[in-house]
């Protein structure tokens, strides 16, 4: 049978007990092989607190000079239930820059007591692969690209479908609109667009998919909207088929819309803009973006110079070009033949420039849309070259 042993507690017991038989101090010291100090220390201590002061007593300090008030804990507190998604650099970045007269402590510690409180939890660690391409790199300044796209579509709790337009400036993260439209067709983006432009002026592009309204099977993928913004002088950028990526920080945008405005969406569709309206608000005005260096979206933006005209401009074709008007039915007539374009075309002018004998390129501003084989009256769209245009330019 083995040895048994006694802890460090059992034995302070023990040496309580021997000291409460008269045995002396000297002689309890010679016989625990402790100082009589320690000796006079844990009796004191059991006099004061019974068999509990014989336990081990915490090292960490009863007051620390550098502990926090509790109205600042409180307040970083309110916050977050203010703002639910909120994390403690985002919490702390607002504080800072709203409330500047305090001293608001490292974001490790305010991290520690959404913990407490129950109000965080640690994240699993993720593995990223790292991206191949930065699609978006180019957009360093506000109105050079714009991103629009719809919201993937939901109810609200009366049943109403609510599909949210969304348009942002790439670089600063600005939420321009953000409204449920009760259709996704050009007519509805082309009002929203038109609000937007009146109220922040012109971008250089437009960032979209590949989905209706804004792409269609007309050549180059052309739709009406395309139309209009060629002739506004906005460059229109289409991600790759199936490549949401290339849109990435919209799509992202998206998640957080989807996490603050409906998880669980409104009763009825008034509601549900409001709170759009309510997001947007403060998404731009109040929220710190990490990307940004934890600045507000407001605070980066700024109107683009060129305004939205009074009058559509007519679209600016390559020097030299022919030009003829598209029918109603969507054909170019050319000695006195007609050959189908596109109906998006429909009752729009083109520019023809010669490029060989027979072959003609097609322009719609500086788009070129193919080209038309005058002698075949064919037109074969720019992702169809013909092939004896091809050898007699080889």
């Not at 309890?28 to 081990?56: C, M, P």
């Not at 409001?274 to 990307?291: D, L, S, T, V």
């Amino acid at each position: 049978m083995p040895w048994k042993v006694k802890d460090v507690v059992e034995q302070r017991k023990e040496l309580i007990a021997a000291y409460g038989k008269q045995e002396g101090v000297a002689e309890l010291s010679r016989q625990y092989q402790v100082s009589r100090a320690t000796i006079y220390k844990w009796i004191e201590r059991y006099r004061e607190r019974g068999e509990a002061g014989l336990e081990d007593q915490r090292r960490a300090p009863h007051h620390h000079p550098n502990a926090c008030r509790e109205e600042i804990r409180e307040r970083v507190l309110e916050l977050r239930r203010e703002h639910s998604r909120w994390g403690p650099r985002k919490l702390k970045a607002y504080l800072e820059r709203e409330e500047r007269k305090e001293e608001w402590p490292a974001a490790s510690t305010i991290g520690s007591w959404l913990r407490e409180e129950g109000l965080a939890h640690r994240r699993r660690a993720r593995r990223r692969t790292p991206p191949q391409t930065q699609p978006l790199s180019h957009a360093q300044v506000a109105n050079q690209v714009w991103s629009i796209d719809f919201k993937g579509w939901f109810r609200t709790g009366d049943g109403t479908r609510i599909d949210p337009l969304t348009v942002s400036d790439a670089a600063t993260r600005y939420l321009l609109r953000c409204v449920a439209v009760s259709k996704t067709d050009e007519q509805q983006v082309r009002a929203v667009l038109e609000a937007a432009f009146r109220e922040y002026g012109l971008p250089e592009a437009i960032r979209s998919d590949n989905g209706p309204p804004f792409a269609s099977v007309a050549p180059t993928g052309l739709s009406r909207l395309g139309l209009w913004w060629i002739r506004l002088g906005i460059r229109h950028e289409r991600i790759a088929p199936g490549q949401p990526q290339q849109n990435g920080r919209h799509e992202r945008f998206h998640l957080t819309l989807s996490q603050e405005t409906a998880s669980p969406p409104e009763e009825t569709r008034r509601g549900q803009q409001r709170a759009f309206g309510r997001f947007q608000k403060i998404y731009n005005h109040q929220r710190p973006h990490e990307a940004l260096d934890y600045a507000t979206p407001a605070s980066c933006y700024v109107s683009s110079p060129r305004s939205y005209p009074s009058r559509l401009p007519e679209p600016q074709f390559p020097q030299g070009a022919v030009l003829r008007r598209i029918s109603q039915q969507g054909s170019l007539k050319w000695k006195g033949q007609r050959t189908f374009l596109s109906e998006v075309l429909a009752r729009q002018p083109v520019g023809l420039l010669p490029c060989a004998d027979r072959y003609w390129e097609v322009y719609f501003g500086p788009l070129r849309l193919g080209w038309f084989d005058s002698w075949a009256h064919r037109f074969h769209p720019a992702h169809r070259r013909p092939k004896d245009l091809q050898s007699e330019e080889g």
